[in-house]
């Protein structure tokens, strides 16, 4: 009952104190535009959330190889679409990608580095390949991928050390249900 009230509380606080944020924010332009997408499409902002949640729980050099991995995967995947390569089942495939990163983090599962890495840079490829745009949108979309990515690892390790690593596996379960409901269809 306290991880879930842990949880609760980490949620309401991160949305008390972003929501004063967002509502003054007015952001335009390519280079906005791409920075506000990976916080703006909840897809995205789950499994970035995640990726980053799991980079945490397996430390080491997995705290900034992951989100290298996946930032090159999420570029490569979105230019690889604007020159015209087509991802089949790309939908299913960004929804499944949050069942299994929400997935790994619920079990705590830690990989070898090199697994992680085809792991995370799977699921990158499936949130960048919807992407589409100029240099400055580029640059935007990477600097909110890993801004993503880098809150989850300071939310695995400000959960984990205040409540419990049982609470990030929990925010971990949260991911892989939304990734179930999107694969659904229900959002």
């Known amino acids: 009952m ?34 506000t997408e990976p916080v703006w499409v909840l897809q995205h902002l789950l499994g970035f959330l995640a990726i980053g949640l799991w ?11 992951l989100p290298v991995a996946t930032l090159t995967a999420v570029l490569a995947a979105g230019l690889a679409a604007q020159i015209g390569i087509r ?24 990989a070898p580095l090199a697994l992680g890495v085809l792991t995370v ?21 990477s600097s909110g991928v890993l801004l993503v990515i880098c809150a989850g690892l300071g939310l695995s390790a400000a959960l984990g050390q205040a409540a419990s690593g049982r609470v990030v596996q929990m925010c971990g379960g949260a991911v892989a249900l939304a990734g179930v409901l999107d694969l659904a269809g229900v959002f």
């Open 2 to 35: 306290v991880a879930i009230r842990s949880v609760l509380l980490a949620i309401l606080l991160i949305g008390v104190g972003a929501a004063p944020a967002l509502a003054r924010m007015t952001v335009t332009g390519p280079f906005g535009t791409g920075l």
């Open 121 to 141: 840079a799977a699921a990158g490829a499936f949130h960048g390949y919807v992407h589409m745009g100029g240099p400055l949108f580029w640059a935007g979309l």
């Open 87 to 110: 991802l089949p089942y790309a939908a299913e495939g960004l929804s499944a990608s949050l069942i299994v990163m929400g997935g790994l983090v619920a079990v705590a599962l830690k």
């Open 55 to 65: 980079s945490g729980q397996n430390g080491g050099a997995a705290v900034w190889q």
